[in-house]
């Protein structure tokens, strides 16, 4: 059984909403996938409406709605979209939405989702252009304190800064990661032994799996993913945790 925790649509496959649900819908069989999180993206061509639609057939797939800090009504919109379309998380991405995840607006919404008891999935992948905008682990770590009670999921562990987070995460137990895109992106690069390294010392707890699809295909991606983690050292029993006992746990909890 295997939670893929962390990818979205695909545009690119009739350029419908609901083809790209079935074709998630197809390969996550394809790949042995039991239950997956879609991330929801604002820059894609659908509203959060035609999303809600076309997954709602698919009662395996869940999605975690796109909104951006400072939008006009951004409460009303997300307690909307978790009541409404049933979406069960927020997702924020200060790269691509381009706003400061520092800023009191970010932190009210994220209180806000701890409100209504959804987890806040947050990109945190340190690209060059997210390290030009000023990416710091500490500004991810104040929001996680900040808003304590808000569980808080650092997507792709934090790239090559993941050694950083794993600190910070031992300090802030709101705090989940996924492994997803990084541990394929840095493939034969110290970042893969240090995602181990931050994996084990944290005893597989509060980490989920994710492939990031459609950056990858879903069975291409859990396939490697096995591959390289087995190589490096990670037992049966802990990925069986990183794959689905910790995303199980957590996607059925209320608080
Ligand atoms: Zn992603």
Redesign the pocket.
């Known amino acids: 059984m295997v939670i893929d925790a962390?990818?979205?649509l695909n545009p690119e496959v009739d350029g419908t909403a609901i083809g790209a649900a079935n074709e998630l819908s197809r390969q996550m069989k394809d790949a042995g996938i039991t239950n997956a999180i879609v991330?929801q993206?604002q820059f894609q061509p659908w509203s959060i409406e035609e999303v809600a639609i076309a997954l709602s057939p698919h009662s395996n797939i869940r999605a975690f709605v796109n909104l951006h800090p400072d939008e006009e009504d951004v409460f009303s919109k997300l307690e909307y979209s978790i009541k409404h379309l049933n979406y069960v998380g927020l997702k924020l991405?200060p790269r691509l939405q381009e706003f400061d995840l520092g800023s009191a607006s970010c932190a009210r919404l994220v209180k806000k989702a701890g409100e209504l008891n959804i987890p806040v999935l947050i990109?945190a992948?340190p690209d060059g252009t997210h390290l030009m905008q000023g990416f710091s682990p500490l500004t991810y770590a104040k929001l996680a304190a900040e808003c304590f009670d808000t569980r808080i999921i650092w997507?792709?562990m934090g790239g090559h800064y993941v050694l950083d987070f794993m600190m910070l995460a031992k300090r802030l137990p709101n705090v989940y990661m996924d492994c997803?895109?990084s541990l394929l992106y840095y493939l034969n690069s110290p970042t893969v032994k240090n995602m181990v390294y931050a994996m084990k010392s944290m005893k597989m707890d509060r980490i989920f799996y994710?492939s990031?699809y459609p950056?990858r295909e879903i069975k291409e991606s859990l396939d490697l993913s096995c591959k390289v983690l087995r190589e490096e050292g990670i037992t049966e029993s802990e990925l069986s945790k990183l794959l689905y006992n910790n995303a199980n746990i957590f996607f059925n909890q209320t608080k």
């Open positions: 962390h990818l979205h991330l993206l991405h990109d992948f997507a792709h997803s895109y994710g990031d950056d």
